[in-house]
């Protein structure tokens, strides 16, 4: 035993070290030092001819110890680590299973031979936490597969299947998923003895394996491909520079630029990503969550459709329910459409689908839904309907059944009205389309139970989502601000940006799309509706007046071939006639006029983002400033290396963000610029 992590077993001339570090054998000092240790013990041990490194549980070395990140490193370093394996007197071997991931692929690339089981699989991720792989990744890869591979591998940061490599010299031997792997390497090891074949194969004494003849072209398409992110390109041009170098001078430069990127606010950036994402469930609740198999959707158009699919494809039970045959085979149609997509893109198999469809029965009944544990309902978005379904719901389904609205807007308090047990109702607002969209609000009422509240934020987390609770407010959390954002957009038009300056700056600065082509793609009117049923603010007068002019003129979006932007063949073209009407609107007002810059356009919609995000962390609709940045990250498209509205709020600063929304009140009003606590971004 050399640490409480990593072991020593023997079997006659074969040496195992074993790393047992649950959940997933993470790279921490323990492993690090254990493996070290074992490979000394080993390596003067005159019996062992062989070592096999392996791992207990469900996984290889899947990476990094994240519960590290942000400390200073420890020794053993994990390029030391490594360069001790390949220079190491005996052969290794390196037995995958499971997910060998950034660290823990760089162990196996240093050792001499890799055996693997057909389902593990391999990858150098370090690229979406900001970084590069820094413990000779980029250098030992284009030895074993080549330039083209590696860089395709290390600047996408995929996982892939080791049976994509039957053909290359990264594996030795591939077995089927069901082998004793540690037997069959042990074997793999005893065999080549015998025969003599089994010898230090040392990767870093090899050339690289130089196949890319036009590097400028290929960093060009990356760097497009990156859209602003910077360790996609590092990384590629890092390839380039290094192809002729030896190990020892090749990895100095990965290392210099690793640690380059680590200090950058980009990988700050993806690395807080990274770990917000895991707070999102953290619930300040002691609830056990409730059992949940049988699932109930009301409604099978876009969006209930789209929420069946998700469920379908985690292994639910699905009670598709309509309120006559057509609707009800028109609700089919979409879920096997959404399952056919998917077969097509790669995503799932035949057999996948065929078993997922096999879980879906279509319901006209009400009586039908009274074994399910779970109903999302998916109707039209009006009060009065769904309080009359609600009302039928709490008559047939089961006392114990979590009744969730998918509510955008609509007040979830008054779904409670005439409806016993109240506490079972919630809101799970999904985002469309809601078998590709990650972000779920789960949205707690005075009446929701913890119980109810914890099992669908859990239900949320089998689906693949990123579940984000609120409170009840207008629009909740995440409409709220994207309307916050909104506002801001529109009241720039009026007062001199144009329509394809403002998406442009956005969509430059990082943003998945430009906000006019969102609310054309979404349907102008929804907004419009929305904002309807409730009145408009006497102390902004501007108030969305781009979006009602465009309803007003029948300009709602792509549905109707035209809104901010015209559509012809699915293709997006700038329209003078929109900008036209907008030019007209704003003569209605007396707003002083101004030659926008895109950093103006940029420091405003940011600063309204905050400022509103700030006012939901103050009111308690919100736990976190950092469940904010999840609802922005997964729900908006905001760049991920950026971090986030509020993780830019802290970057630039309290004081800085203070003197902004000062500055932006004195222009309007208290009301739209409200008195919020900055120092919560400190």
Known sequence: MTSSVVQILKYSTVGVIEVNNPPVNALSQQVRQGIWESLENLENDNDIKAIIIHCIGKTFIAGADITEFGKPPVEPFLPDLVNKIENLSKPVIAALFGTSLGGGFEVALSCHYRVAVASAKVGLPEVNLGLLPGAGGTQRLPRILGTEKSLEMITSGKHYQVTEFENTALFDEIYQATVDLKAAAIDFATNMLEKRNLKVRAVGQQPVLQDISDWDSKINKISLKARGKKAPVVAAELLKNTQALSIEDGMKLEREAFLQLKDSEQSSALRYAFSIERLTTKLPFTANTLPVKRVAIIGGGTMGSGIATAFLASGYQIKLFEQNQQALDAGFERINDNFHRNVKSGRMSDEKMNSCLQHLELCLDYKQLSDVDLVVEAVFENIEVKQQLFKQLDAHCRPDCILASNTSYLDIEQLTDGVSHQQRIIGMHFFSPANIMKLVEVIKTQHSSEQALTTAVSIAKSLGKIPVLVGMCFGFAANRMYARYGREVQQMLLEGATIEQIDNTMTDWGMAMGPLSVQDLAGIDIGYNARKTRPKPEYDPGFFTASTVMVENGRLGRKTGK????????????????????????????????????????????????????????????????????????????????????????????????????????????????????????
């Open 563 to 682: 809104g901010f932007y015209l559509y012809e063949n699915g293709k997006q073209i700038v329209d003078p006639q929109a900008q036209s009407l907008i030019d007209e609107a704003k003569g209605n007002f007396d707003f002083q006029q101004k030659d926008f810059t895109n950093e103006m356009i940029v420091e405003r919609a940011m600063t309204a983002i905050i400022s509103e995000g700030l006012s939901l962390f103050k009111e308690g609709i919100v736990q976190r400033l950092s469940d904010i940045d999840a609802i922005w990250l997964h729900g908006y498209g905001f760049p991920r290396h950026k971090g986030g509205p509020m993780f830019q709020g802290k970057v630039m600063g309290s004081t800085v963000i203070s003197d902004r929304i000062n500055q932006y009140r004195n222009q309007s009003c208290i009301e739209i610029w409200p008195d919020v606590d900055v120092q919560a971004l400190d």
